[in-house]
């Protein structure tokens, strides 16, 4: 029986049996145990599945990834330790030295930082390109060692939308999948596969688990892209892997568990970001609410917004569920019921005077986080992309007097309230 997406928050990834626990377990535990050697022979050539040590995969990591591929339409997913390394996964798992993604400019400050500077130093080449690009700027950026095109959503914190559709059509068009972080809109609200998208990420850290509790991050395969079609491109999915007993993943595992039996064979053998089982419990937890709760962001995030517009002291307000904000078009497309509880706005007198605000702020705390139940707000230049020039701050959709607000799940009122004080006093 096909379930709704409420139920799935609820109810997906795990079904207990007749007298097993009603809650996900947690399973504390580095390692199992085997009767024999060849029981665990069978684990490390890929012929069973089951569990020798939670660096790779753990049953309370895999019932919570369970519940998020099935909330994404996707065939097979896993958890990672932080947004971060869910998105440096994506990426390695496909892309080696020498190779290039294209990537628009929008993303999240760390995420770009990831690709334009670390990843760079391990031979991945990218390209920069503006979210509302054209299918022939798109062309123009991939080149014959292009292995992926990467977006988000909903770009944190510029909130521009991601044209998936356009995006999806042009890569699939090159043979190269789309790898969507999907943080900011969570599945609730827009199913990025449903669009094209192969690939989806998150930062669990932020809505789903909506409490400010765990850090954590989710790979989504879509199980739909076609490696072998593919082959030469992607060797690493195509051709024996000698580190691991030779198995070629997407011949064994086939498009709908190639990408993430790789990912968590090898990548997370070596590299070894994985989620505590503790972190994936209490992200379980929050994903039985975020239906409920987004809705309230979105609520919440809209009125707010509307009252920004409305105050003279603010220079603009980008948010996409407002009607006339240059996304609004792309928002009703993707996100009829919403789009995120993040409003983003300029506020007059520049950097100083959005500093005054944010130190005059009594309710909405200033945090580096984000997409929590509690209100909280940035100054981005000042703190997630402090790092950029002047220049790949305006081109990441920041500016020096733009604040970042993400609206909790708490009275609007007492919301607006807060946000007028403070500007009486600062501006």
């Not at 050539?45 to 660096?55: Q, V």
């Not at 790779?56 to 519940?67: E, F, G």
């Not at 790789?262 to 419990?281: E, V, Y």
């Amino acid at each position: 029986m096909k379930r709704r997406i409420e139920t799935t928050c609820v109810q997906g990834g795990y079904a207990p049996a007749n007298g097993e626990p009603r809650q996900i377990p947690i399973i504390q535990s580095t390692t199992f145990k085997y009767d024999t050697s060849e029981d665990m022979a069978k684990l490390f050539d890929l012929e069973a599945s089951g569990y020798f040590y939670t660096r790779l995969q753990n049953p309370t990591n895999d019932y919570v990834a369970a519940k998020i591929a099935q909330l994404e339409g996707g065939t097979a997913a896993m958890l990672t330790s932080s947004g971060q390394a869910a998105n440096f996964y994506a990426v390695f798992n496909i892309a080696n030295s020498g190779d290039h993604v294209v990537s628009t400019s929008t993303i999240y400050g760390g995420t770009f930082n990831l690709f334009n500077v670390t990843m760079r130093k391990m031979g991945i080449d990218f390209t920069f390109i503006a979210p509302n690009s054209t299918r022939e700027e798109i062309e123009r950026a991939i080149r014959p060692n292009t292995k992926a095109i990467f977006g988000e959503t909903i770009a944190n914190p510029a909130l521009t939308m991601f044209d998936i559709e356009l995006f999806a059509q042009t890569a699939h068009a090159h043979g190269i999948p789309l790898i969507v972080d999907n943080t900011f809109a969570t599945p609730v609200n827009c199913r990025p596969i449903e669009w094209g998208a192969d690939i989806v990420t998150h930062s669990t850290t932020k809505y789903m688990d909506g409490h400010g509790a765990a850090v954590g991050g989710a790979i989504v395969d879509g199980g739909k892209f076609d490696w072998l079609a593919h082959a030469e491109k992607y060797s690493g999915l195509c051709t024996p892997d000698e580190s691991y007993h030779g198995v070629t993943y997407a011949e064994k595992f086939g498009k709908a568990g190639a990408f993430i039996t790789k990912c968590t064979a090898q990548l997370m053998r070596d590299f070894g970001s994985i989620q505590s089982p503790q972190n994936a419990f209490l992200l379980n937890l929050g994903l039985e609410s975020l239906h409920v709760r987004m809705a309230r962001h979105c609520e919440n995030a809209l009125k707010v917004a509307k009252f920004l517009k409305d105050d003279g002291r603010i220079n603009r307000v980008v948010y996409p569920d407002l009607e006339g904000d240059e996304n609004f078009a792309l928002a009703q497309k993707y996100c009829p019921n919403g789009t995120c509880g993040v409003v983003s706005f300029g506020i007059n007198g520049g950097r100083s005077a959005a500093e005054r605000f944010m130190k005059r702020l009594k309710l909405i705390a200033i945090e580096t986080h984000v997409a929590d139940a509690r209100s909280c707000c940035l100054h981005p230049a000042s703190a997630t992309h402090r790092q950029m020039t002047d220049e790949e701050l305006y081109a990441a959709g920041v500016s020096p007097d733009l604040i970042r607000l993400s609206c909790g799940i708490e009275n609007a009122q007492d919301l607006i309230d807060d946000i007028k004080q403070a500007l009486e006093a600062s501006v």
